[in-house]
């Protein structure tokens, strides 16, 4: 496993910006694919946006499709989540999580290492 630490979160206004970003630990980060997922109170962790080991490919989920961006930049170990026009709905904690699986994916059975999470906070 990668160990995984996230950091940037804080509390907006509603159409301001924030960059979530997870360190990583580990020797074999480069063969990770990563993954942003979220959980908003009382609800349900779900996947944001997944690349691929060498950033070649990316996925999002259509809440976020056009507004965030993820990126990685693999000489510091980094995994970026550029949030731009937030919206009160995008309230929640977000994790970063990694996995082995030759494909990235919006399941978050198959991420086998997870960060503890930071909150982002858009008030309206």
């Keep these: 496993q990668v160990q995984l630490v996230e950091s ?9 910006s924030l960059r979530l970003s997870c360190a990583a630990s580990g020797r074999t980060f480069t063969v990770y694919r990563m993954g942003w997922f979220r959980q908003a109170p009382g609800k ?22 056009g507004r965030f961006t993820i990126s990685r930049d693999k ?20 994790y970063c999580a990694g996995t082995r699986t030759p494909t990235i994916s919006d399941y978050e059975g198959v ?5 503890q999470g930071t909150q982002v906070t858009v008030s309206s």
């Design 8 to 16: 940037g979160g804080g509390l907006v206004q509603a159409g301001d």
């Design 44 to 65: 349900e962790r779900q996947f944001v946006a997944a690349i691929s080991w060498n950033g070649g490919r990316t996925y999002y989920a259509d809440s976020v499709k």
């Design 111 to 115: 991420y086998d290492s997870w960060g």
């Design 75 to 94: 000489g510091k170990d980094t995994v970026y989540l550029q949030m731009n026009s937030l919206k009160p709905e995008d309230t929640a904690v977000y």
